[in-house]
């Protein structure tokens, strides 16, 4: 596998351009900024030659992407992707910005659907969004850990040996001319399965959530 994803093409249209020429300024505390970049892209009429030459320059930008999978990615294709998925999680988690607003939490901030009625409501917004934020902090750990435990060389059924099962290789003199010969253990082997069943119930619970929250994986 090889794989080159370069950065977002980012749009340089007359706004950008009036930020530049006037790079004292701040476009957030300073209405002459936005003020020329509208005068540049035509006002409210037609867009000006500029902003036309700007969206012809941007319709011929293309993000850079080359992607070549090889046929041994797609033996075990799982955890191929995993080897991918649990760093971009730790990185998302490392430098998000935000979180989606699915969150339980931010639906009792006073501007949501739910309370946008009632003015008391603002005093918690501090709270709603501090909880929403928490909870897909939440979220984010456990689909990093759900991808831990799918990496290629790690054995997380291994902690559920209470004893290793060990074949009893001896040769045994009454099978000797036998096509057939029974499988002998030294050792049976015990496990915990109900531990182990659990286990394996997070991981299913971790990839159900990676599903519904796909979509939110951005920073």
């Not at 709603?128 to 997380?156: C, H, K, R, V």
């Not at 290789?169 to 099978?175: I, K, Q």
Request: glycine letters at 6%; hydrophobic letters at 35%.
């Amino acid at each position: 596998m090889r794989i080159h994803i370069g950065k977002y093409v980012n749009f340089i249209g007359p706004y950008q351009i009036a930020e530049k020429i006037l790079f004292w300024l701040n476009r957030y505390e300073d209405d002459r900024v936005n003020e020329l970049g509208r005068w540049l892209a035509g006002g409210d009429g037609e867009d000006s030659l500029l902003m036309k030459f700007c969206l012809w320059v941007e319709s011929k930008r293309k993000r850079k992407v080359k992607i070549h999978i090889d046929n041994y990615d797609v033996w075990s294709m799982d955890s191929t992707l995993a080897l991918i998925i649990l760093p971009m999680l730790k990185q998302l988690k490392e430098t998000k910005h935000g979180a989606p607003c699915s969150m339980r939490g931010f639906d009792q901030a006073s501007n949501s659907s739910a309370q946008h009625c009632f003015d008391f409501y603002e005093k918690e917004d501090d709270i709603a969004f501090e909880y929403g934020q928490t909870e897909w902090s939440n979220i984010m750990d456990e689909l990093i850990w759900t991808f831990e435990q799918l990496q290629p060389d790690y054995d997380w059924e291994n902690q559920y040996t209470i004893t290793k099962a060990e074949l009893d290789l001896t040769d045994y003199p009454e099978d000797e001319g036998k096509d057939m010969i029974p499988v002998r253990w030294k050792t049976e082997g015990e496990y915990d399965w109900e531990g182990m069943k659990k286990h394996n119930n997070r991981i299913q619970e971790g990839l159900e959530l990676f599903g519904k929250y796909f979509t939110s994986l951005w920073d």
